[in-house]
């Protein structure tokens, strides 16, 4: 019987191909919609799962407390030697600094260099407890001894090649930074991909005393380290978040301890907690989404398939007066559906795997040491199968049951008149379930609206500052970075306009609070100000406006002149800027003076409002020297001006980046998500008009007899349109009705992280409406015209 169904149902799909072709195209698009969100998912939650204790392995983070909370990854250096030798429960402990720009040279042997890299994010500081803690394979070199000594260094395989074009480059020596010289002691594999600890170079811990001071290894007040945990078998973390109280009363000065506050995360926690880049939040909503796309396909086959059941009616009532049963009649329909739902995972398998390089390339442009590798090969690993299988069944359950339930119902007299109308199908069902598809369909496209005006709404926001035509130069920090020759050099380059150093560009990522106090104040102020370290250029190249006071003295080598923003006067409860000139301010340690009151301008990113800055006069902590250049050429002579970099700082790595392409670095995840909004909405869409379709043909054949009879009696074709618009105008209403403040509730919620951002009014609920009446009549049109302007004597005659 089996063979039968299977025989019957594949002529039966061959014969109707048009119809079938639909099936299978909505369920493989929704299917393959939510395969490709279901990978990502799964690949984002086996992050850190792989190290082999990473069950009793615990990650300790710091909280500061002052104007507000700043959450941070980091803890204080001391913290991990302090817990592995005074605490029993704790097997092992290790800390591990990332390192950021810095210079990484291969010697050529004759007292100049081979090869010079810039590396950033893929290279740490750590200690030979690293090895326990997290799950690195050896090639060669033993894990012991590797970084128990100063000036060593254990590489990746990929990097042993790329540095030495050798995989064993053991006793090789590498130059850090043009400070020390690293020995390699180690090979290890390449680090996997789902790991936030990416790391190809693991320097000992014990160089940095050389490198800065041995006094600022017991800095506990600052955060320089990640600090990781593992705990005894059977020892509770109650007993780790108890000691860390001990410890912040201990070693952190009694003024500062209820500053900070130290909290533990299961390892696992790494890729969504504080520095990670999959928060759990975003991962359940993507999963939401995943669920949402195929439950609409299988809503979509659901109508398609119960919209040609009146042309199924008689084959029904025949089976059924030769003595089919209804459970035979359900087999065999579920046959046909099985055999449909698996051509469209062949083909939603095909799709997914076409999708993967561009979701590949998304998620290494947000983080270029990621370099996933995710594939459908995936769906083969036990635990991704624990999902698939499952998914599958139910697509199966979903799609095919109710139909087959509708089908196998059918009264066999009744079928055989002709004489089923309205009840085949389940009217009152289909149109709850188009309006759901209304529903989806509307909510996503007032995300998309919301989503996309907040982002242009960003783009377009005055920073209150210059940025166009300018160049970042990052510049050496560890060795003299001869501010005055390279600026020489650069503004004797045609169209170079002017030179600034600084530690950042007015509006920075790197936005760490500072405390400061003003005038006699001997506590500090209840508010807190961002600094940045710039020389006397840096207003001029950034355009900023002195509102009262003075520009910098170039004679201030010692770094006392300070410039204050708008807001910080304000915050201080002074009326005028004039107040503050000439007032003494300690900040960084130091007592500088006011000398100048600068126009307020954005200091970080839009998630924030506009904030206290202060701007000092300190030339030996710059970062970065920013070229402005006139509006006259075509192209920014990149060439000329590393030219002049190599003349200037021949054993220095050149790295520049334009300030427009910083800022815009502030929207990456907003367009982001954006862009994969605006994919979800037109897979909905699309989900939507396959569904709209399969009701019109449902109305044309249930209502034939009327439309017919309405012809007849002389009704044009626009009423008869009416009779199809009518229905779907209503079904559109009513998921508006439930979208509009259902899309308003979660947009506002998502625009409340904002401090500058647009506003949900009506006008964008009004665009939804009307994109989503454009969508259906464009989707019903041709049809319902083709049911209305039919010959109606053919109707007549088919009842």
């Not at 209804?326 to 698996?342: D, G, N, P, S």
């Not at 560890?478 to 650069?490: I, K, N, T």
């Not at 403040?741 to 919620?749: E, F, S, V, Y």
Request: proline share 5%; hydrophobic share 45%.
């Amino acid at each position: 019987m089996l063979i039968h169904f299977l025989s019957f149902g594949w002529r039966r799909i061959w014969r109707e191909k048009q119809v079938n072709i639909i099936r299978i195209a909505n369920l493989s698009i929704g299917l393959a919609s939510g395969l490709v969100i279901f990978l990502v998912v799964s690949y984002m939650l086996t992050f850190d799962r792989y190290h082999p204790h990473a069950d009793r392995s615990y990650w300790i983070v710091t909280d500061i407390h002052r104007e507000s909370t700043m959450q941070t990854d980091a803890a204080p250096r001391p913290l991990a030697d302090v817990l592995r030798r005074t605490y029993p429960f704790v097997e092992s402990a290790v800390r591990l600094e990332t390192i950021f720009g810095r210079m990484m040279s291969v010697p050529d042997g004759k007292g100049g260099w081979a090869k010079k890299f810039n590396e950033a994010r893929n290279m740490c500081f750590t200690e030979p407890e690293y090895f326990n803690l997290f799950g690195v394979e050896w090639v060669s070199g033993n894990p012991e001894t590797a970084l128990s000594s100063p000036n060593t260094i254990v590489l990746s395989e990929r990097y042993a090649e790329k540095y030495f074009n050798t995989p064993l480059p053991l006793g090789k020596t590498l130059r850090f930074d043009n400070r020390v010289n690293l020995t390699v002691t180690g090979i290890i594999k390449n680090p996997p991909a789902n790991t936030q600890l990416r790391y190809d170079g693991l320097i000992s811990y014990a160089t940095i005393p050389a490198l800065e001071s041995q006094a600022a290894m017991q800095d506990w007040l600052g955060l320089q380290s990640m600090c990781f945990v593992l705990m005894r078998p059977g020892a509770a973390v109650d007993q780790l978040n108890n000691a860390l109280k001990v410890v912040r009363k201990k070693f952190l000065p009694p003024a500062e301890s209820d500053h900070f506050s130290y909290h533990v995360l299961p390892l696992t926690d790494l890729n969504h907690e504080r520095s990670g880049m999959a928060p759990r939040p975003v991962l359940y909503g993507l999963i939401a989404v995943g669920l949402m796309l195929v439950g609409a396909s299988c809503i979509n086959y659901i109508n398609l398939a119960t919209a040609q059941a009146l042309q199924r009616s008689r084959e029904v009532g025949v089976r059924k007066v030769v003595g089919s049963s209804r459970y035979q009649l359900l087999k065999q329909f579920m046959v046909e559906t099985a055999l449909i739902t698996m051509l469209s995972v062949a083909v939603a398998l095909i799709l997914t795997q076409l999708a993967m390089p561009v979701v590949n390339q998304v998620l290494n442009d947000q983080d270029e040491t990621l370099k996933p590798t995710i594939s459908i090969a995936d769906l083969m690993d036990p635990a991704a199968l624990r999902w698939f299988l499952p998914l599958l069944l139910i697509v199966m359950l979903l799609s095919g049951l109710y139909p087959s339930l509708v089908l196998s119902g059918f009264n066999p007299a009744r079928a055989l008149a002709g004489r089923l109308g309205r009840a085949a199908g389940g009217l009152n069902i289909r149109r709850a379930l188009i309006t759901g598809q209304f529903l989806l369909t509307q909510l996503f496209l007032i995300v998309v609206l919301v989503i996309t005006a907040q982002l242009r709404y960003m783009q377009k926001t005055d920073w209150g500052f210059s940025h166009d035509r300018m160049l970042a130069v990052w510049l050496p920090q560890q060795v003299p970075a001869q501010h005055q020759r390279l600026a020489e050099g650069w503004l004797g380059v045609p169209g170079v306009r002017s030179v600034s150093f600084a530690s950042d560009p007015p509006a920075s990522p790197y936005n760490r609070p500072v405390s400061f106090s003003y005038h006699t104040a001997t506590e500090p102020e209840s508010f807190e100000t961002r600094i940045r370290a710039v020389d006397e250029n840096y207003l001029s190249v950034f355009g900023l406006t002195l509102v009262a006071g003075r520009n910098f003295d170039a004679a201030d080598t010692a770094g006392r002149q300070v410039l204050v923003s708008e807001n910080l006067v304000k915050r201080l409860g002074l009326t005028s800027p004039t107040q503050v000139i000439g007032k003494s301010m300690r900040v960084k340690d130091a007592e500088r003076t006011i000398v100048g009151v600068v126009k307020d301008f954005r200091s970080g990113d839009l998630h924030s409002p506009v904030v206290p800055v202060t701007l000092i006069h300190d030339l030996g902590h710059t970062a970065m020297a920013v070229l402005s250049f006139e509006a006259k050429p075509a192209a920014l002579p990149e060439k000329v001006i590393e030219g002049v970099w190599d003349k200037v700082l021949p054993d220095q790595l050149y790295k520049s980046s334009s300030v427009s392409g910083m800022l815009a670095s502030f929207t990456n995840m907003e367009s982001l998500l954006a862009g994969f909004v605006q994919i979800f909405a037109c897979i909905a869409i699309a989900m939507n008009c396959l569904g709209l379709y399969g009701l019109v043909t449902f109305m044309a054949e249930t209502r034939a007899k009327e439309i017919g009879i309405r012809r007849i009696l002389g009704a044009r074709t626009g009423q008869m349109l009416w009779i199809f618009g009518k229905e779907f105008s209503r079904l559109m209403a009513i998921g508006f009705i439930i979208a509009a403040p259902l899309g308003w509730w979660l947009t506002a919620g998502w625009l409340r992280q904002y401090a500058h951002r647009i506003e949900v009014d009506g006008w964008l609920l009004l665009a939804t409406i009307f994109l989503m009446a454009v969508i259906t009549t464009i989707t019903i049109l041709g049809h319902a015209l083709k049911a209305a302007a039919a010959n109606p004597v053919n109707y007549l005659r088919a009842q």
